[in-house]
């Protein structure tokens, strides 16, 4: 275990000195791709097979492959560049230690209505990120003789909130959970004081 750890986090720092240097202004996409790696690696190696470990690799899996999508594919609307580098690296580190804890306790869980529960916000939230490549504002609803228009704002920001609770709602009944929620509870307020996703 103590082995895997310090590739976790060596691995979290090579990813990140990587595109520390290799771009010219530091986007978020390196959190995305050493978490990947982690679920990917840890994942097999650890063997522990049930219903949270396996939406966890779906989740980061999910998430990484959409923001390499956005971000190679799309780069005009991938503006999520970092201002605080060394705080996002800390984010980083701390979940790629997580990630197997969670996948070892994960067959612990007293109770899984919750973890069920996290796919529906998650899969919300996939929904909401989509949005932000929709040209022009969009139209949550329309009656079309009443003409009655909801807008959303910052539709990846809001994606980004659904992610973070339907990883807390997935390992609210593991061992540790208190720890998982305060790392949810820290990302959400990374989010909300950085203005990542404010314009998007």
Request: hydrophobic share 50%.
């Amino acid at each position: 275990m103590s082995y895997l750890l310090i590739g976790n986090i060596v691995m979290t720092l090579l990813i990140f000195l990587f595109f520390y240097f290799k771009e010219k202004k530091l986007t978020y996409i390196h959190l995305n791709i050493s978490t990947m790696i982690t679920v990917l690696t840890n994942y097999p190696l650890l063997g522990h097979a049930n219903f949270i470990s396996k939406t966890l690799v779906l989740f980061i899996g999910s998430i990484s492959v959409m923001h390499l999508y956005l971000r190679y594919y799309h780069a005009d609307n991938y503006n999520i560049y970092i201002h605080n580098k060394w705080l996002h690296l800390l984010l980083a580190l701390f979940f790629n230690v997580s990630i197997p804890f969670i996948i070892i306790h994960s067959d612990e869980s007293i109770y899984l209505a919750s973890a069920y529960l996290s796919v529906s916000f998650f899969i919300i939230g996939l929904i909401m990120y989509q949005l932000s490549e929709v040209n022009g504002t969009v139209k949550w609803f329309q009656f079309e003789y009443l003409n009655i228009y909801k807008y959303i704002n910052h539709p990846k920001r809001i994606g980004e909130y659904l992610f973070a609770i339907s990883f807390m709602l997935l390992v609210m009944f593991i061992p540790y959970n208190y720890i998982y929620f305060v790392l949810g509870i820290i990302y959400i307020i990374y989010i909300k004081q950085s203005l990542l996703f404010n314009n998007q």
